[in-house]
């Protein structure tokens, strides 16, 4: 059992949260998205909040728990979904929103520190040298760099960049290793995945530089169809224009916008399945050339410069936001992820659809994947029991579609499959005492472990 106290004493003037009702809010993240996560993480609970206001602090913060063999668990924004900035074994949470400079903007390239929010990095980089992220998740507004990069994966953007393990879509991270003495270390090119999505677990990152893309007034546009798989079809159509500049596509079938996007309702006719856009100001007409092919009909139109332009950007109805107002209107739903291989995802899609009707309600982000078009699935499910949800993740599962569970709260379950060798490499140099996060990488909980490969996520990586 950790001395708490003797800690608290060695951290010195660094800010600390004692109070447990503010203790037990930061100890939580978005894991009650899962009726699962909910159940199992309810009374996970730091005993300390640690707030290092520069990378000096966080040295000194990591040596002084390392030294007491208490655990630590970093926090950025705390918005992963997963439970993933949740501390299984108390100890400390150290948050790390305090780090929040962002240190340079050059062309190309930003880099900011750790709890730096995406929303501030994506706004000074407009404004600098008129540049945006290349893509970002849609917690833009809450979500921190440094937690992008340890807990998501993709977002708005993903359609035109890909996905963060992507080479090049990270350019360099600076990570503080776990020991008595914890060094500074600067990973670039292959060696940054040692640590991307690694939840944490094998050090504290406190600087992130990542690549810029031009930055475009975004049109948000919905549009409309009379049933899914014309949605589905159109969005993949429009994915493969690629003079077409675009952010985001997102395709919904019926019922998700009708019943759970509240602020738009008196907009979405009945039984109509939607198509969420962004696209670029430039590419408008040509867009509307595109359109013109298609039997969908334009439900809203909002440009970057209209003065009307209020209320949620259309992002915050996309990815996981499209859960979040289905769960606020329905907290008895839950949701999935899936990937659809290309090249026949619309026919993995459509099997799915006919198979569960309105049992899991089908949800499509498209992206680039490994240099194709693909979509990922984050369809609404509901909720019966655990044993259904089994069911219907071992259904897709036997049909070619990998489910990335979202009712799991270690790495290899949520996410590949199997054990990351680089990212259990990594955490013995950097974390030998197993401090960092622990139980979320099984690797090296259970190094015997047999994780009966079913998919491999990173092709484009491997070898
Ligand atoms: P946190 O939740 O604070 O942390 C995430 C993980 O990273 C934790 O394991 C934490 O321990 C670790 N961590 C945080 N900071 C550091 C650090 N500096 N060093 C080491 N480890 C660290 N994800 C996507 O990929 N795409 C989406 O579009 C998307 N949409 C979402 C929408 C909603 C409504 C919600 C609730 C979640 C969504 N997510 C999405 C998941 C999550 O919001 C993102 O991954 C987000 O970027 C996490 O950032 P954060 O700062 O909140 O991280």
Avoid at 404 to 429: C, I, W
Wanted: net charge negative; charged share 25%; hydrophobic share 40%.
């Amino acid at each position: 059992m950790a001395d708490i106290g003797n800690l608290k004493a060695s951290l010195g003037d660094i800010p600390l949260v004692t109070d447990p009702t503010k203790v037990q809010l930061r100890s939580r993240d978005f894991y009650w998205y899962s009726p699962v996560l909910k159940r199992q993480l309810e009374n996970v609970c730091a005993d300390l909040v640690v707030e290092p206001r520069d990378e000096a602090e966080v040295i000194r913060a990591l040596a002084a728990c390392h030294r007491q063999r208490v655990p630590v668990t970093v926090r950025g924004g705390g918005t992963g979904n997963y439970g993933q900035a949740m501390p299984l074994k108390g100890g400390v949470v150290l948050d790390l929103s305090r780090l929040d400079k962002v240190r340079e903007v050059g062309l190309g390239r930003v880099r900011a520190e750790a709890g730096a929010k995406l929303a501030r990095i994506d706004q000074l980089c407009q404004v600098d040298s008129a540049q945006e992220l290349r893509f970002h998740p849609s917690t833009l507004k809450m979500g921190t760099i440094g937690g992008f990069v340890a807990g998501g994966s993709s977002g708005v953007g993903s359609i035109t960049w890909g996905i963060l393990r992507d080479r090049g879509n990270i350019l360099g991270l600076r990570v503080i290793t776990m020991e008595d003495e914890p060094r500074a270390i600067e990973l670039r090119g292959d060696a940054i995945q040692k640590v991307n999505h690694a939840y944490g677990t094998n050090g504290v990152i406190t600087e992130v530089e990542m690549p810029l893309a031009p930055a475009y007034p975004w049109v948000d546009l919905i549009v409309g169809f009379d049933d899914l798989m014309s949605a589905a079809r159109f969005g993949d159509a429009l994915a493969r224009q690629d003079g077409l500049v675009k952010k985001l596509i997102t395709a919904l079938g019926a019922p998700i916008a009708e019943l759970y996007f509240r602020p738009l309702k008196s907009r979405i006719p009945d039984g109509a399945s939607v198509v969420l856009l962004m696209i670029a100001e430039p590419s408008m007409e040509a867009f509307r050339d595109f359109l013109s092919l298609w039997p969908g009909k334009i439900l809203l139109e909002r440009a970057a410069s209209d003065p009307r332009r209020k209320g949620l950007p259309i992002y915050e109805l996309s990815w996981n936001h499209t859960t979040l107002h289905a769960l606020r209107i329905d907290p008895t739903i839950t949701y999935l992820q899936v990937l659809y291989p290309p090249p026949s995802h619309l026919e993995l899609v459509e099997r799915m659809f006919r198979h569960f009707g309105d049992e899991v309600m089908i949800h499509l982000e498209f992206v680039r994947f490994d240099g194709q078009i693909a979509c990922f699935g984050l369809p609404i499910v509901r909720f019966t029991s655990e044993e259904r949800l089994d069911e219907i993740i071992a259904y897709h599962e036997d049909h070619g579609c990998p489910i990335f569970n979202p009712h799991a709260y270690t790495l290899e379950e949520g996410g590949m499959k199997q054990v990351d060798h680089s990212h259990l490499a990594f955490k013995r140099e950097a974390d030998p005492s197993g401090l960092l996060n622990p139980g979320k990488m099984l690797g090296w909980e259970s190094p015997d472990l047999d994780m009966s490969l079913r998919s491999y996520l990173y092709r484009s990586l491997a070898g």
